[in-house]
């Protein structure tokens, strides 16, 4: 069992960067493959990025390649999302996942099992 919790959401004026932090609970985080989702109003929720149990591999979403970058520390039970340059596109509710696959890296929320309520983020011009 994993439960997960987002922070480090707010408003940013383009251009600017945010570290979102993914908090876990739970013995397997150290095991899991974790990633990170966003949902822009209206639209359907995307994959962001996504990083394996141990931090050796990573995946990105083509459009966000350069800009964000995703890391985890075990030891602290805590992956993030460095996001910078940001620009108001990149508006939405930012959602943290995990599955226990720990070599995965999936890009569809079906593949995930774990998830947290989100923190938003918020991008003007």
């Known amino acids: 069992q994993v439960h997960l919790v987002e922070s480090g959401g707010g408003l940013v004026q383009a251009g600017g960067s945010l570290r979102l932090s993914c908090a876990a609970s739970?013995?397997?985080?150290?095991?899991?493959?974790m990633a990170w989702f966003r949902q822009a109003p209206g639209k359907a929720r995307e994959f962001v990025s996504a990083?394996?149990?141990?931090?050796?591999?990573?995946r990105y979403a083509d459009s966000l390649k350069g800009r964000f970058t995703i890391s985890r520390d075990n030891a602290k039970s805590t992956v993030y999302l460095q996001m910078n340059s940001l620009k108001p596109e990149d508006t939405a509710i930012y959602y943290c996942?995990?599955?226990?696959?720990?070599?995965?890296?999936?890009?569809?929320?079906?593949?995930?099992?774990?998830w947290g309520q989100g923190t938003q983020v918020t991008v003007s011009l």
């Open positions: 739970g013995r397997s985080f150290s095991s899991a493959s």
């Open positions: 990083i394996t149990w141990n931090g050796g591999n990573t």
């Open positions: 996942a995990g599955d226990t696959r720990g070599n995965w890296l999936g890009v569809l929320t079906t593949q995930y099992y774990y």
